[in-house]
Every structure is written in structure tokens, then in C-alpha cells.
């Protein structure tokens, strides 16, 4: 395990890492804002807001002589030393204040460091075999935002035997024509360059500002991009070769982009451009600021907020199903969350064009097994009851705490195609009885049994999550 850097080595990491210490004061939004308040407010407006409550709480002293006719006023001894201690706490609390917002993003910043540093490292193992020398340098970036020990030293170590070893021990054999021809290699490596991605914010279609890697998965690459033409922030996705490979897959891909670029939802991920260029299709979206279901669901949720959840979820699929657009790949994992608890349905539709491939071949299988309908396991042709059945597995482990099968691959398809889940009450015996009579017919292997539409389940979400015990 590599060793974790305490918050008392935090400062001498800043100081050895300016990556990670630009990172930290460019992201403390909050404290940023609380630094321009105090400097703004702080000369002027607070100290005079102190000294008029100060005058009304200690006003001067008053003493008459000879009946009243002589008056003399002095100031109020409390008043001077009230004041003074009001104004050292004022100021020492709103410095504080900032230190501690600063201090406040600190974790967040060191995390994200860690984690781009993980990634650049298997980019660069990813690379080695084809290009030493870009490998070297996504080696360097590694270390550069690393701020474990161990993990330096071994990187140290790695770039000192890499810059060793002869460039013919490690590059790969040349390619045979067949797989020249395939050119299996990802967009995202054809044109790749280390070097210019992160010294110089590199623009797709000169419009995209690509920022900062948000994430890779098995249906492309997702970027935090910043749309210069109408400066706002977007999430930018570099979609997998497979998805676009043959004129048949782009032809595709081209009419589907048209249908999703239509779906305005609030519960649905606003596409907002379609681009080919550089090397690849891209997607550009919008940017949720959030989490994803899949980490939220450490433990069960409360049957209104599952409920609640589940609603979002069914009311943003009722609108893309009632313009003829399933999902297909329904999972928790494609549900973002914002901090408002707003949920945001993601990869709608790119499912489809995976599918899209199947269509000459056996029977193909694709989506992921533990949220898949037994229909999708099997092969056969899908419709909107298909996500009807995913959405069912998510409510199921969002009130039960667990899957309704579990296994690898085949163990899951096997139970998948004859075994029935187990009663949702049995895990959740407080769950209401109409929401687990719901969530059992939602997973109905036969779809002519399920619920036939997502508006209906929706409202049936709706009415048990106001009824259930909060």
C-alpha cells in the first residue's frame, strides 16, 4: 500500500509540488469568495457597523452639577476597551474564517492529485510498449502530482530504468498489415501527445477547451472542456472507436445524435453539440457538479428518498421513451446526482449504438449483466420495458441494500433467465407494501408483466414516497 502523506507533511508537499498547490488555491471557490468579502468589507463597512452598536450598548457618561446647569460628558471607559477587544475578534474570526475555507479544500485537492496521478501513470504504462518516449513524459507528470512517498520513489526509480534502457527493448514489434488496417488503437492514443495536452489546454474543433480528465469507461473517455465560443463549462466525451468503426456504425451514430440532441429534461444530462474531429466523435454535455448513485449507495436508503430518487428516474425516462429513445443501460453509474439532490440521467441513448454493432452478429449481449433484463441477457429484441426492468434492480438495491442477483457474468445471466428474485420485504421488512409489490413487478421476467410505462411508475413512486414514514 503506498504510504499517505499526514496533514502535518501537507505544507512541505505544497512547497515540492506546484501542481498540486495551484490546484488547491485555483479550486477553494469558497474560500476565494470569502477572501474578496473580507478584503471588501472589512476596511469600511464591518468596523462601522462595531462602533455604532458599541456607541448605543456604551453610551458617554453623563454627570450634572449645580442642579443641572452645568452638564459634562465623558467617554465611556467600557466602551474603549469593549471596542477594542469586538474589533481584534472580528478581525481574527474573519481571517480564520478564509484559513479554514482554504483548509476546508485542502482534502479535495489532495485526493484529486493522487487520483491524477494514478491515471497518468497507467496512461503511461498504457503507452509504453508503442511510444517510450510519451510514456517517459506521462511518467513526469505522474510525479509531478503525486504527494505519497513511496509512490515518488518508485516513479523516480521507474523514470531512471526508462531513460536507461535502450528504446529497441521496449518498443513494440511493428504491426502486421492486418492490424494496421483494423488500427484497433483508441482515438484517444492516435492523438495523443503528453506533452502539448498539458503544457497547452488542448481545443477540439476550435471551439473546446479541453481542462482536466473527468474519467474513462467502457463507452469513452470524458473530459471537463470549457465551450470558448459561449464560455461556459461543459463535459466533453471522446467516444470509443467500437461505437463508430464501420460507415454503418457512423451512419448510425449520426441519426441518433440527431434524436438525443432533442431531449430536454430536467432529469436527463442536456446534450448540447455533436462533433467529428480529431480522430473521433465527440459528445458535448452538460457538466453536473455531483456524485454518481453508485457511490451514494454505501448502505440503504430511506424509503422516501429512494422513492423520491426513483421518481426522477422514472420521470426522465417517461420523456425520452414518449420520443421513442430507450436507455439500454440502466445503472446506478449513469445517475448522477447534484447537490440538491436533483438526479441526472447520463450515456442516454449511446447504449444504442454499442447495440447498433450486434445487428450482423450472434446474438450479441451488451450492457452490464447485474442491471440488465433477462430479454438483454438473452439476446432478443429490447423496447422501453427493458429499462423499466433496470430501473426496477436499482430501486431494489436502493431499498434492500443489495442486488437482487449477484455472481460473475454467467452466474448472473443464468439466474437472470430462471431464477426469481428474492422478496424485496424479506431484506427491508418496514418497506410499504404497494412500493414492494411495485419494485417485484417491475422485475417480472415476462415484460408483458412489468408496469408498461414509465409515467406510471412514476406516479406510483410518487404516492408511496409521500405515504411511507419519513
Not at 290 to 297: C, I
Not at 312 to 334: I, S, T
Not at 355 to 381: C, F, I, K, N, W
Request: hydrophobic share 45%; aromatic share 6%.
Amino acid at each position: 500500500m503506498p504510504q499517505t502523506s499526514s496533514i502535518w507533511e501537507t505544507p512541505a508537499i505544497l512547497g515540492r509540488k506546484p501542481r498540486v498547490l495551484r490546484h488547491w488555491l485555483v479550486h477553494a471557490h469558497a474560500a476565494q469568495i470569502a477572501l474578496l468579502a473580507v478584503l471588501l468589507l472589512l476596511p469600511g463597512v464591518i468596523p462601522g457597523a462595531v462602533d455604532t452598536l458599541l456607541d448605543a450598548a456604551y453610551p458617554p457618561i453623563t454627570r450634572e452639577r449645580l442642579f443641572g446647569i452645568i452638564q459634562t460628558t465623558r467617554a465611556n471607559p467600557q466602551r474603549q476597551s469593549m471596542g477594542l477587544l469586538v474589533h481584534r475578534v472580528v478581525d481574527i474570526s474573519a481571517i480564520s474564517s478564509v484559513l479554514l475555507l482554504f483548509f476546508w479544500q485542502l482534502p479535495r485537492s489532495l485526493r484529486y492529485a493522487r487520483q491524477h496521478s494514478l491515471a497518468m501513470e497507467k496512461e503511461a504504462e498504457r503507452l509504453l510498449p508503442a511510444h517510450p518516449a510519451r510514456s517517459v513524459t506521462c511518467y513526469r507528470l505522474s510525479l509531478e502530482w503525486t504527494v505519497d512517498e513511496d509512490r515518488e520513489r518508485r516513479l523516480h526509480n521507474r523514470i531512471s530504468e526508462l531513460k536507461r534502457t535502450p528504446p529497441a527493448k521496449i518498443a513494440a514489434p511493428a504491426p502486421t498489415r492486418e492490424a494496421a488496417a483494423r488500427d484497433t488503437r483508441s482515438a484517444a492514443t492516435q492523438m495523443f501527445d503528453a506533452e502539448q495536452w498539458f503544457a497547452h489546454p488542448r481545443v477540439v474543433d476550435q471551439r473546446y477547451e479541453i481542462v482536466a480528465t473527468l474519467g474513462r469507461g467502457a463507452m469513452g473517455t470524458v473530459f471537463q472542456a470549457r465551450d470558448m465560443r459561449l464560455d461556459r463549462r461543459v463535459a466533453l466525451k471522446l467516444l470509443a472507436p467500437g461505437l463508430t468503426r464501420s460507415p454503418e456504425l457512423q451512419a448510425r451514430f449520426r441519426q441518433e445524435a440527431r434524436i438525443l440532441a432533442r431531449l430536454s429534461h430536467a432529469n436527463i444530462v442536456q446534450i448540447y453539440d455533436f462533433l467529428e474531429a480529431d480522430n473521433g466523435f465527440w459528445i458535448a454535455m452538460e457538466l453536473v457538479e455531483g456524485t454518481d448513485l453508485e457511490q451514494t449507495l454505501t448502505a440503504p436508503l430511506p424509503t422516501v428518498r429512494a422513492g423520491q430518487l426513483g421518481r426522477q428516474m422514472a420521470e426522465g425516462l417517461a420523456y425520452a421513451h414518449a420520443r421513442g429513445v430507450v436507455h439500454r443501460d440502466l445503472k446506478p453509474a449513469n445517475l448522477l446526482l447534484t447537490a440538491d439532490d436533483t438526479v441526472k440521467i447520463t450515456d442516454f441513448g449511446i447504449a444504442k449504438l454499442a447495440t447498433a454493432e450486434s445487428l450482423t452478429h450472434d446474438r450479441q449481449v451488451m450492457g452490464t449483466p447485474a442491471y440488465m433484463s433477462p430479454e438483454q441477457a438473452d439476446g432478443r429484441d429490447t423496447d422501453q420495458r427493458t429499462d423499466i426492468y433496470s430501473l426496477g434492480v436499482i430501486l431494489y438495491r436502493m431499498l434492500g441494500g443489495d442486488l437482487p442477483f449477484t455472481g460473475d457474468a454467467s452466474t448472473l445471466v443464468a439466474q437472470l433467465l430462471s431464477k426469481e428474485p428474492p422478496p424485496l420485504r424479506a431484506r427491508n421488512p418496514s418497506l410499504p407494501g404497494e412500493l414492494d409489490a411495485l419494485v417485484m413487478r417491475m422485475l417480472a421476467k415476462d415484460p408483458g408483466q412489468r408496469p408498461q410505462a414509465m409515467a406510471e411508475i412514476a406516479e406510483m413512486l410518487q404516492t408511496a414516497a409521500a405515504n411511507a414514514p419519513s
